[in-house]
């Protein structure tokens, strides 16, 4: 089993649509959760970190479910700038990260 | 502005030959950087942790004696592909986080390994 597993879309959607993707983690100890941006042949550039709590940075919430090991990110008013692919990252302690396959998602005009 | 630059961005290189791919840290000292590599349409893999001034760490299934790891300074980490084969084309990235901050971690922009 993969330590992080994301749906890899691709999730078409219009601009100012609202798209949301999960992805789950394997290991229950993992204590950090980030989601990354990664655009085409470029290195991964972080978007947010998860919180227990949930947190909203501007138009992008993330969720963090422990007892179902699963991580959430949604987009709302997507611009078409948000287009590319959305990594799920997991601390797997000390500093080493493991990361999903990405989500891709296209926004058109 | 950038915290860590990759040189080179792009190389082509022979079957059988050896390429080295340097990672540097712009703004601190870093005394542990990663080296990752992704596939088309893959995952980022850890491929080994690179310590200054001892030997890397690898992860299962990476062999230490192809990718060769030299972090000879808090601000330079090598890593070297030996013997290159057409099946170890793909992008190198490196990473590192800043001492005492958060787990974010600052990527490189990647080097683009094809081997002919």
């Known amino acids: 089993r993969k330590e992080v597993e994301q749906d890899p879309g691709p999730f078409n959607v219009p601009e100012g649509a609202t798209v949301a993707f999960n992805c789950t983690y394997s290991?229950?100890?993992?204590?950090?959760f980030f989601w990354y941006r990664q655009d085409c042949r470029k290195e991964p550039k972080l978007l947010m970190s998860?919180?227990?709590s949930g947190n909203e940075d501007g138009r992008f919430t993330a969720q963090l479910n422990r007892a179902s090991q699963y991580i959430s990110l949604l987009i709302r008013d997507s611009k078409l700038s948000d287009s590319a692919t959305y990594l799920c990252?997991?601390?797997?302690?000390?500093?080493?990260?493991?990361f999903g396959a990405g989500t891709t998602v296209t926004v058109r005009a | 502005g950038a915290v860590v630059s990759q040189h080179p961005s792009r190389v082509i290189c022979k079957s059988g030959t050896s390429v080295k791919i340097e990672c540097r840290s712009l703004?601190?000292?870093?005394?542990?950087m990663f080296w990752y590599r992704q596939f088309p349409k893959q995952s980022l893999m850890l491929m080994a942790t690179?310590?200054?001034?001892?030997?890397?760490?690898?992860e299962q299934g990476v062999e230490k004696d192809k990718f060769l790891i030299n972090h000879a300074s808090l601000t330079l980490s090598t890593l070297t592909v030996t013997s290159a084969h057409p099946e170890d084309s793909s992008f190198y990235i490196c990473?590192?986080?800043?001492?005492?901050?958060?787990?974010?971690?600052?990527f490189g922009p990647g080097t683009r390994l094809t081997v002919t």
């Open positions: 290991n229950s100890a993992s204590q950090s």
């Open positions: 990473s590192l986080y800043k001492p005492g901050g958060s787990y974010e971690q600052y």
């Open positions: 690179s310590n200054e001034g001892s030997k890397a760490t690898y």
């Open positions: 990252v997991v601390n797997r302690g000390d500093y080493k990260l493991s």
């Open positions: 998860v919180y227990s």
């Open positions: 703004d601190f000292q870093a005394t542990t």
